[in-house]
């Protein structure tokens, strides 16, 4: 079992920046990717990035590509979402995630084993 706690979300206006953090107990050690998604009222749950454990490799969708950087620290079995130059639409409950198998496909969240209660953010016009 891995157990994913976020922390880090909060009210902010557009144009600035947060950092999320994902602190993960547990069998640390059997996951393969550490994953971020979102998911605004009425929407559906959707990928935002991801970090292999193996490589470092990244992934990022293209409404965040070049705003927000997913990076870890193995030491603190600590994972992060640096999300920069907010924009109101990244308003959404931030919800971390583990895979415990590979997977080649990191942006389904039907890949995803584990999952955190999430933090909210908002962003403000």
């Known amino acids: 079992q891995v157990q994913l706690v976020e922390s880090g979300g909060g009210l902010v206006q557009a144009g600035v920046s947060l950092r999320l953090s994902c602190a993960a107990s547990?069998?640390?050690?059997?996951?393969?990717?550490m994953g971020w998604f979102r998911q605004a009222p009425g929407k559906e749950r959707e990928f935002v990035a991801a970090?292999?454990?193996?490589?470092?490799?990244?992934y990022y969708a293209d409404s965040v590509k070049g705003r927000f950087t997913i990076s870890r620290d193995n030491s603190k079995n600590t994972v992060y979402l640096q999300m920069n130059s907010l924009k109101p639409e990244d308003t959404a409950v931030y919800y971390c995630?583990?895979?415990?198998?590979?997977?080649?496909?990191?942006?389904?969240?039907?890949?995803?084993?584990?999952w955190g209660q999430g933090t909210q953010v908002t962003v403000s016009s």
């Open positions: 995630a583990a895979a415990s198998s590979f997977t080649s496909y990191v942006r389904g969240r039907g890949m995803y084993d584990y």
């Open positions: 970090i292999r454990g193996s490589t470092g490799t990244t």
């Open positions: 547990g069998r640390t050690s059997s996951t393969y990717v």
